[in-house]
């Protein structure tokens, strides 16, 4: 640096392109609504499941004690948002990018830039869905129609785009190549 330039303090923003363009890559983004609904529904009965048991546990347990065990329903709400938490951010952060809903439906998340989920981003994106809908009403999910990347706003807020895995989207590219 010269003493005729001005001396630089902070920190330099780099904003990266978009790691994935609709118009050179569809098969990235074909079909990935729909799967995300059946996804959704998937990791929602992965996660209702073991509350269902929980919830009934606390009930046998109020039962046995004469009433005192039903006191253990106050914890079984903060119980439920760590689990919530922990489940998506343990999947999303897998190798894997994806819960257990969307590798069955060969989906992954992925940031804006390409580089994969990790735990924080996992539990910050379910947070910011749930947060989203129960504040702005599921209208939210309707952004997905008038953007060509399929984001929803929770995404966008975020910073993540899901698309179809390397083995679904490579399928779909080779099936659009084949003549006819």
Do not use: Q
Not at 109 to 137: C, D, E, K, Q
Not at 144 to 166: E, Q, S
């Amino acid at each position: 640096m010269s003493s005729t330039e001005p001396r630089r303090i902070g920190v330099s923003i780099e904003l990266k392109p978009h790691a994935y363009d609709p118009a050179a890559n569809p098969e990235l983004f074909e079909g990935v609504l729909a799967r995300r609904l059946v996804a959704f529904v998937i990791d929602f009965f992965i996660l209702a499941i073991p509350v269902l048991f929980m919830a009934m546990f606390i009930f046998v347990i109020g039962i046995v004690t004469l009433g005192l065990g039903f006191l253990f329903y106050g914890l079984l709400w903060p119980a439920m948002i760590v689990w919530a938490i922990a489940y998506y951010g343990v999947t999303l952060g897998s190798v894997h990018s994806a819960t257990i809903g969307m590798r069955v439906m060969d989906l992954e998340m992925r940031t804006w830039y390409g580089a994969p989920a990790y735990f924080v981003l996992g539990s910050v994106h379910a947070i910011v869905f749930w947060i989203t809908v129960s504040t702005l009403t599921p209208f939210i999910l309707l952004v997905c129609f008038f953007n060509d990347r399929r984001r929803a706003l929770h995404d966008m807020l975020v910073g993540t785009v899901i698309i179809n895995n390397v083995t679904r989207s490579s399928m779909l590219k080779a099936a659009a190549r084949r003549p006819g």
